[in-house]
């Protein structure tokens, strides 16, 4: 089983709004719903791909139960905290005319210590059953950043392996205590630390330096995912992807990444894979593939270049 912790999903309602004029009166084209946070994201990815997956994180009242019921519809075990405020609500904003997708994200309902160690504890119950860890997105008001950390430190202890996605001070917590396998989330930012995004080479001297703390790092910024395990480096140039395709995209990497883990793929294999998964992801209506035949449909436009 795959636990994958979501510390603080959303519902996202993203908005189709041609011709998008701050200030001013707008129509709305398209609009649609759905369960969202990296964690939930990924849930629902590696469950098309056929694995069995519980989903935990915290949750609130009204759109958090929108979010449970959504993961049990699909055939995901939920094992979710239960808070007292409302699970956060994101906007997304695509204007196709000018080709600009705007973000509007809510910081998510504040967690106590009561909540922190009833979650604490349901990890640790999970943990007996669970394979693999994934611990995705951004934290909650009243949550350090050192908890994740503590959460690999407890998984890696039982010997069940760990994938982080989170921002910088989350991971840079995180990788004294060794996780298997750790992306930054690097959305709307240029640098990472000492790091500049902007540059391969820098670029690539971040995924290293992941790599000494995690059996496999994960870059993705710039259109370019790198793939980094010891000495070894693969580099895959991502094609450009519509709007709408943006949104997931770095979700639906990290999850066909996961899946070639487990059938203890190449390097290389890993990196086409997890690539192929992130263009079926932004092919598909909203954003998540829904079959390993989309995926397989996306590998010959896959170009790895080994040695990156």
Do not use: W
């Amino acid at each position: 089983m795959i636990l994958t912790v979501t510390l603080n999903p959303s519902v996202d309602k993203v908005f189709e709004v041609p011709g998008f004029l701050p200030g001013a009166g707008n129509r709305i084209e398209g609009t649609f719903t759905q369960p969202g946070g990296k964690g939930v994201n990924i849930a629902f990815m590696l469950r098309a791909l056929g694995h069995d997956i519980t989903a935990m994180g915290f949750a609130g009242d009204g759109p958090g139960r929108f979010i449970q019921n959504s993961l049990r519809d699909a055939g995901i075990t939920t094992a979710f905290t239960l808070l007292a405020g409302k699970t956060r609500t994101n906007y997304a904003l695509i204007d196709p005319d000018a080709g600009t997708l705007t973000m509007l994200r809510s910081p998510g309902p504040e967690v106590n210590p009561t909540d922190i160690a009833a979650l604490r504890s349901a990890f640790e119950r999970m943990l007996g059953l669970a394979d693999m860890v994934v611990i995705a997105g951004s934290l909650p008001p009243g949550l350090e950043p050192t908890f994740c950390a503590e959460l690999v430190r407890l998984a890696t202890a039982r010997g069940v392996r760990v994938a982080v996605n989170v921002r910088e001070e989350v991971l840079t917590a995180a990788l004294p205590a060794r996780p298997f396998l750790a992306e930054p989330d690097l959305r709307d930012v240029t640098t990472y630390g000492e790091y500049d995004l902007s540059h391969h080479e820098g670029r690539l001297a971040l995924a290293r330096h992941i790599a000494e703390s995690a059996e496999i790092a994960v870059v993705n910024a710039e259109q370019e995912v790198l793939v980094v395990s010891g000495n070894d480096s693969v580099l895959v140039r991502i094609p450009a992807c519509g709007l709408l395709g943006r949104i997931r995209l770095d979700d639906a990497l990290i999850a066909g990444v996961l899946d070639a883990t487990t059938s203890g793929d190449s390097l290389e294999k890993i990196a086409r894979e997890g690539v192929a998964a992130a263009l079926a992801g932004a092919a598909a209506p909203n954003g998540q593939f829904a079959s390993r035949e989309e995926i397989r449909s996306c590998l010959d436009r896959v170009e790895v270049i080994t040695d990156a």
